[in-house]
């Protein structure tokens, strides 16, 4: 393995575009926060994010754009409830060509009284279908991008958030799975991922055909710590139960981190190298199967809050990743190949 490389030289390597991509300025409103990102089949990059007065605002919406052609179309309103906040989208494209968007309904005043609703479109998120409930249990949600796994399924990342409290993740969120055949078309749960101050917001990648890891967010509040890690947990039987939640060495804000599976089979965790800021925005590479990151560089820092890193790899070997700032009004997107972190030219 490579030594680490000196964090000063990390830093001064070119090699990372950051693009803002939306801000107060859209007709979206001020708000946006969190977005998501899929490569379709054509190549046209789609993102989605949902905005409005504020989080907590009535009315707020998910709204798409798609980059074709080198530019980023108009934002258009892909869902929005009648009667309750909307949040949270996942946008993606599955291997049979049909694209899936997840969001969160939320009918009362916190987080933990969301669900989950689902549209798919047939024809490359020109067009979507009526929404469905993909969950019906109180404080389900979705952040995460789901995963193929080996056999074919999909393997969506959601959790349970309690509490009913906008400042304080309950101590019993837990994250868990689920489990789409496409074959025969139906849906199952893993077991759930629980931690000390609780888990939420999963992230997973397949190592190999049985051994899954997945990072979580911790629960908890907000403000100064002095104590608030990234939470890990695995499986061992394909994704199906998981281990209990235990704290890593990498700090967390409360804030929500990314991982994902590269082509070459590293491995690229994105999150917010501090307990209290969410800033910087540090991506780091493992190249030994989880087992160390030997490599890590800010894409994103200094007075500002670099939050909901969402990261893909695209056809072409790129790694994009989409993330809000300035308070939650602006959409950023980086592009880099994994090169610009290790420093090497290493596949």
């Not at 803002?20 to 969190?34: N, Q």
């Not at 007065?53 to 709204?63: D, F, K, L, R, S």
Request: contains cysteine.
């Amino acid at each position: 393995m490579m030594p680490l490389l000196p964090f000063l030289f990390l830093l001064s390597m070119p090699g990372v575009h950051i693009d803002r991509l939306f801000g107060p300025e859209t007709d979206t409103g001020r708000y946006k926060h969190p977005a998501s990102i899929t490569e379709l089949a054509n190549g046209d990059l789609f993102l989605a994010w949902y905005g409005g007065a504020g989080e907590y605002a009535p009315g707020t919406a998910v709204w798409g754009s798609r980059l074709s052609a080198g530019k980023w179309g108009a934002p258009l309103k892909l869902a929005q409830d009648p009667f309750y906040s909307t949040g949270n989208p996942v946008v993606w494209q599955a291997p049979d060509g049909r694209v899936w968007l997840w969001y969160v309904v939320r009918p009362g005043s916190t987080w933990s009284t969301s669900r989950i609703a689902v549209k798919i479109s047939n024809d490359g998120a020109q067009t979507w279908s009526d929404t469905s409930m993909q969950t019906f249990e109180e404080g389900t949600m979705v952040r995460g991008k789901p995963i193929v796994l080996a056999n074919g399924d999909y393997l969506l990342p959601v959790w349970k958030e309690t509490g009913n409290d906008r400042e304080i993740v309950g101590a019993d969120t837990g994250s868990f799975f689920l489990r789409y055949d496409p074959r025969a078309k139906k849906w199952s749960e893993s077991t759930r991922i629980h931690a000390k101050i609780g888990a939420l917001q999963p992230a997973v990648v397949q190592v190999d055909d049985n051994y899954l890891v997945a990072y979580c967010r911790r629960g908890g509040g907000y403000g100064k710590q002095t104590r608030g890690y990234i939470i890990r947990s695995e499986s061992h039987d394909g994704g199906k139960t998981w281990s209990e939640g235990t704290e890593t060495a990498m700090p967390n804000p409360n804030a929500a981190v990314d991982f994902l599976k590269l082509q070459n089979g590293h491995l690229l965790l994105v999150y917010n190298d501090s307990m209290s800021d969410r800033s910087p925005l540090t991506v780091a590479i493992s190249n030994d199967g989880d087992k160390s990151y030997a490599w890590r560089r800010n894409i994103a820092e200094g007075k500002n809050s670099f939050a909901y890193p969402y990261a893909i790899q695209t056809r072409d070997g790129k790694i994009h990743i989409v993330y809000t700032s300035d308070q939650r009004s602006v959409i950023n997107h980086a592009v880099f190949d994994e090169s610009a972190i290790t420093g090497t030219d290493r596949k």
